[in-house]
């Protein structure tokens, strides 16, 4: 990782990654969008609701309330129980985040608004209305989110860039207002496609940007997101060879598919060492990788174990670099 800058008060980070497969960036981007151990509100009860939301809105709008708690304050998690009641009243009522009752170790578990502090609006209740909420704190590994953005796209060569520009402004004429008008264009859309690309035509250079909710600083969700990366690693590898004809294998395993799936075919297809690699998510309701790859001069398990090297070796980089 290159040019590393945090803005807002560090739950921001953009940060250029450079000589990677396209698949790496994009499993860090899927993993912090939802597969980082986040605290969230559970065990919810509604015991009374008089109000015109159903009792499943109302649960799904709590569970949806940001926890102020990281998934290692097990103590916290364990001893913390919300409550929210509100009785009938004549008057409406807006219920914010603050007016759910936390006892437990610590008070500050719901999250305010990260930027301006304020508490988060919950609901409206009308005059009349009463809710009555208990709840408490879980883990939940993954399918929860601890960010607002998680993103990448492939990064601008400035060389390249401006020989295209050259070219599409060349074709506007010779009118001036015409040039000028054509480089406006290509500036909004077509520079898009100068982006940087290796020797085989690949995109190598990207721009990342991850931006946290508040919970945690986005240099710590990019490393948990690595270390995260690195145990699907670990387990994809321990994974059987099973043996075809001559020269063809195939590795079956349960679980996620397109994280690890398309980082192992295109690691695989680099390193020289097959001659053909494909991977099969399976369907949707069953998810299960299966990669089939043909090697002619080279034992599987030496192609399983140069990607388990050089897949590592990218981790290593982006987590000595944050």
């Known amino acids: ?9 560090g739950y921001r980070l ?12 994009n499993a860090l981007r899927r993993i912090c969008l939802s597969e980082i151990p986040t605290v969230v509100v559970s065990n919810i009860e509604i015991l009374e609701n008089t109000s015109s939301m159903t009792h499943e809105m109302i649960r799904h709008r709590v569970e949806m309330l940001p926890v102020n708690v990281r998934a290692e304050e097990t103590a916290v998690i364990r001893d913390t129980k919300i409550e929210l009641r509100f009785m009938t009243s004549p008057d409406a ?9 936390i006892n437990g170790p610590r008070g500050d578990i719901l999250l305010k608004d990260r930027d301006l502090g304020t508490p988060l609006y919950f609901m409206t209740l009308k005059p009349n209305e009463a809710l009555h909420i208990k709840a408490s704190l879980a ?18 060569d400035p060389e390249r860039a401006r020989v295209d520009k050259d070219s599409f402004v060349a074709k506007a004429g010779e009118s001036r207002e ?10 909004t859309f077509h520079i898009q496609r100068s982006y940087a690309i290796n020797d085989q035509g690949r995109p190598y250079w990207f721009d990342f940007r991850l931006e946290s909710i508040g919970v945690q600083p986005a240099k710590d969700l990019l490393r948990k997101a690595v270390e995260v990366l690195q145990g ?15 020269g ?27 001659d053909y690699v494909a991977r099969d998510a399976g369907h949707p309701l069953i998810p299960r990788l299966t990669v089939r790859f043909h090697a002619k001069t080279v034992q599987p398990e030496a192609v ?17 670099s944050v």
């Open 1 to 9: 990782m290159e040019n590393i800058r945090t803005l807002k008060d």
């Open 14 to 25: 953009e940060a250029e990654m450079k000589n990677v497969p396209i698949a790496f960036v």
């Open 93 to 101: 009522r807006d219920v914010m985040s603050d007016d759910f009752a």
């Open 139 to 156: 883990v939940v590994p993954s399918g929860v989110s601890q960010v607002c953005v998680s993103t990448f796209n492939n990064h601008i």
């Open 178 to 187: 015409a040039q000028n008008e054509a480089a406006r264009i290509f500036d």
């Open 232 to 246: 699907k690693i670990a387990e994809w590898v321990k994974t059987p060879v099973q043996r075809e004809e001559t």
């Open 248 to 274: 063809w294998y195939r590795m079956e395993t349960d679980g996620e598919p397109y994280t690890i799936g398309q980082l192992v075919q295109e690691i695989l297809y680099e390193s020289g060492l097959v």
């Open 304 to 320: 399983v174990e140069r990607f388990r090297a050089e897949a590592s070796a990218l981790c290593e980089n982006v987590l000595k």
